[in-house]
């Protein structure tokens, strides 16, 4: 009797550690891929709102008149651009806008 009772426990207590340690196993692999997942579309979302904002960018400033900034020239339109950046910058908390 108490071979069959032992039995029947250290039974029960092999299927309950089975139990547990696969859905451990299952709970590790879930993490793992949920964390591949996660890390993915971040860069993904990260690369596109980067790229919207430098298009925004591009939009604020007049390619012709580079050569013009560069040189230093002070004019009314550079004077203007530099504001509309740096308000550009403020409204979507950046500190730099690297024109190349």
Do not use: P, W
């Not at 007049?62 to 740096?86: F, M, S, V």
């Amino acid at each position: 009797m108490k071979k069959v009772q032992r039995l029947r426990t250290s039974m029960a207590f092999n299927i309950i550690g089975a139990i547990v340690l696969v859905l451990a196993l299952l709970g590790g692999v879930v993490s793992a891929f949920g964390f591949v997942s996660f890390t993915d579309a971040f860069k993904k979302e990260y690369a596109v709102s980067t790229y919207h904002m430098a298009d925004t960018a591009t939009t604020l400033i007049n390619g012709d008149h580079l050569d013009d900034y560069l040189a230093g020239e002070e004019t009314e339109e550079y004077r203007q651009t530099k504001e509309y950046l740096d308000l550009y910058c403020r409204k979507i908390s950046v500190s730099l806008i690297y024109v190349i």
